[in-house]
């Protein structure tokens, strides 16, 4: 049965079975927050579509073994394909009690089978999550401004909604950064804006290069091999990574130079680093030494070069050098 996402409320008891799928990352992870996890909270379990795959047998002893302390349970499952519609399939014919499941897709085409299975069953339910339309970010931002009491023209709204692509999740975290802005600045414009928020990067682009500089090559190659880069998309790549490396730079530079604290470092940089993304700048600054991060910004910039000279290998250049940047020995 397919159901708006502004209707699901009236849904949540209707069945033990729903398929979130759909670009709006944000809208997704709003809705089983609010309208789920919220009735769950400690007896919630998360999986990936991979770790199911690679350990059916474990998948299904968890979820059907019953505890005397938990009466309800919430299984949340991500990034799922069609790799997994015969395990869907067997999911929904146990029919297993006191269990909701939440299954969570990417883009899901007209002929996928499990789309169309969630789609015609009266007892499942499939929500599909597009990208927000202008007006309902707009709707989003100002809320969030006038319940935080900050003065801001709709002109850097604007901006925001122009630079979010349609997703709410973009828009929700650098409304977080303004907010924590705003806390020593009475007076934010649009110059603040500009250089306080990145909308235009790609959160999962993002990612990958935060696990890089964080010599994370496990979840490096991950990430990879789940997605299908194109010319574009390498080049946006390597913005961010030079972006995010001089930024490493002028932080290593603080400490080493002006022998300042790490931590004061990181909580007095500007533009602000958002308290999320603390913890993995610091495990970056503990992880290059300053002469490697000023030789890793001449590597991307030759690394830019060598892709738009060859365009047609220009993905798989970037992905051997991000793959052997992560796997470099600490200092």
Known sequence: MIIKSSDLKKF?????????????????????????MTKYTNNIYKYDEKEILENIDTFFNSITSKSFFEKE??????????KLNSIINEIIEKNIENIRFIFIAKILEKKSKIRNLFEKEKNLICIPCYLDATWMLNQV???????????ISQQIINTL??????????????????????????RIGLDEILKLTNLAENYQESELIDNCLGKNSKKVSTILNENIYTLEDSILIIRTFLFKTKRLLKLKKEIVENKKNLDYVITN?????????KEIVKKQLNSWSLSKIEKLITDINNL???CKKKTNSSTNILSDFIISTSSIVSN
């Not at 729903?18 to 709003?30: A, D, R, T, V, W």
């Not at 931002?141 to 003065?151: E, H, P, V």
């Open 161 to 186: 909604i122009d630079r979010c692509r349609g997703d709410r999740q973009n828009l929700t975290k650098e409304l977080e950064k303004i907010e924590m802005y705003s806390k020593n600045n009475n």
């Open 12 to 36: 949540t008891k209707k069945s033990n079975f729903y398929l979130f799928y759909g670009e709006n990352e944000g809208l997704k992870n709003e809705l089983i927050k609010n309208e789920f």
């Open 73 to 82: 349970k919430l299984i949340i499952i991500s990034r799922i394909s069609e």
């Open 304 to 306: 830019e070069l060598m």
């Open 141 to 151: 931002a100002t809320n969030f401004f006038r319940t935080k009491k900050i003065s």
């Open 269 to 277: 940089f500007r533009p602000p680093i958002f308290w999320k993304d």
